[in-house]
């Protein structure tokens, strides 16, 4: 599996995901350290994010056909995030965690193993579109977006 930082290729070839973006609509460029165009990791708390799988209630759904989170038990590709609530309850999240694979090696390209997209431990992440204090950890040190040339990834602004 590679994650790609564009919408016109495909996210994860495994499960041949196409046009597929994370939106997180902040109005700024999230990933300023890699020089991201037309921000591919978006969360838009108003309209669906996957529109080939249609999203709701802000779950992001990666269409595929086995489970990502071992600890949460989610199939079918869905990105719910290691909780017993919702994960996105209008604006109230904290503690929440991307968790991609506990176990074994989820990106293949990049030998990720246990990676984690932590998306601020503490504080709100989304109040609408107005992201305070995000943090992507990315739980690594190999190259994760080969597209973009980011090593020892840690976006944690």
Do not use: H, P, Q, S
Request: glycine content about 8%; charged content about 25%.
């Amino acid at each position: 599996m590679c994650l790609y930082i564009n919408a016109r290729y495909k996210v994860f070839k495994d499960v041949r995901v196409y046009e597929m973006c994370l939106y997180i609509n902040v109005g700024y460029k999230v990933f300023k350290d890699v020089r991201v165009y037309e921000m591919c990791l978006y969360i838009n708390a108003g309209y669906k994010v996957f529109k080939d799988v249609g999203v709701y209630e802000m779950c992001f759904y990666i269409n595929a056909g086995y489970k990502v989170f071992k600890d949460v038990g989610v199939y079918e590709m869905c990105l719910y995030i290691n909780t017993g609530y919702k994960v996105f309850k209008d604006v109230g999240v904290y503690e929440m965690c991307l968790y991609i694979n506990a176990g074994y090696k989820d990106f293949k390209d990049v030998g990720v193993y246990e990676m984690c997209f932590y998306i601020n431990a503490g504080y709100k992440v989304f109040k609408d579109v107005g992201v305070y204090e995000l943090y992507l950890y990315i739980n690594t040190g190999y190259k994760v977006f080969k597209d973009v040339g980011v090593y020892e990834m840690c976006l944690n602004n």
